[in-house]
């Protein structure tokens, strides 16, 4: 219903923010990971949103990014995890963070976000494993021509598979491996490890 909302940040409250637009303060519940990136109160910001409508109250969620309202709205479609558990995991986990432990099943991570422990952790990787794929986590987002070439390349996958399991041999977590090598440069797998390594 609310896709985003443009306005002035009035006030940083504990844990929402209250932006001012059309004359109308809207008080935005918000992960304490946003905290860091608001600017000054008085100062125009864009916060995108989910509207969550209930029998006995209305809320509204804020994010900086149309990836984390989605990856929000798939948390809370987890069976035992509300709206405040979902910011606790987004608080403590970047969407791509909450990808790579899903897909290597490293509850641990999901379990350090405030508020959930080891079984909800374990319940959100079998119900989101499958809505998850690794290409969407490798993807690499950008506005420039070079794009679509970007994306053909992380279709070549072997030699990043390779690396995250040479990492994963070495004792680092798959969830750490994942990351190291997603932000490692090279194109063949001992490149990619020489550089992720310098990453963990």
């Not at 004359?23 to 990136?37: A, D, H, K, N």
């Not at 794009?147 to 030699?159: F, I, K, S």
């Amino acid at each position: 219903m609310i896709s985003y909302i443009k306005g002035e940040l009035t006030e940083i409250l504990e844990d929402s923010i209250v932006v001012e637009a059309g004359g109308i303060g809207y008080r935005i519940m918000v992960p304490g990971s946003l905290f860091g990136g608001l600017p000054g109160t008085g100062k125009t910001i864009k916060v995108y949103t989910y509207f969550q409508v209930k029998e006995d109250a209305m809320s509204l969620y804020g994010f900086f990014s149309r990836d984390d309202v989605n990856m929000f709205r798939m948390l809370i479609g987890v069976n035992g995890i509300g709206p405040k558990g979902a910011l606790g995991i987004l608080s403590a986990l970047t969407p791509d963070e909450l990808r790579f432990a899903v897909l290597a099943e490293d509850a641990a991570a999901i379990a350090r976000a405030p508020g959930v422990g080891k079984k909800t952790a374990q319940k959100c990787i079998l119900e989101l494993k499958d809505k998850l794929d690794l290409q969407e986590a490798f993807e690499i987002k950008s506005a420039h021509a070079g794009q679509a070439a970007l994306q053909e390349d992380l279709r070549a996958e072997d030699p990043r598979d390779e690396a995250i399991q040479a990492l994963t041999a070495l004792g680092y977590s798959a969830a750490e491996a994942m990351r190291a090598v997603r932000r490692a440069e090279g194109d063949t797998a001992e490149e990619l490890i020489k550089s992720a390594l310098k990453q963990v």
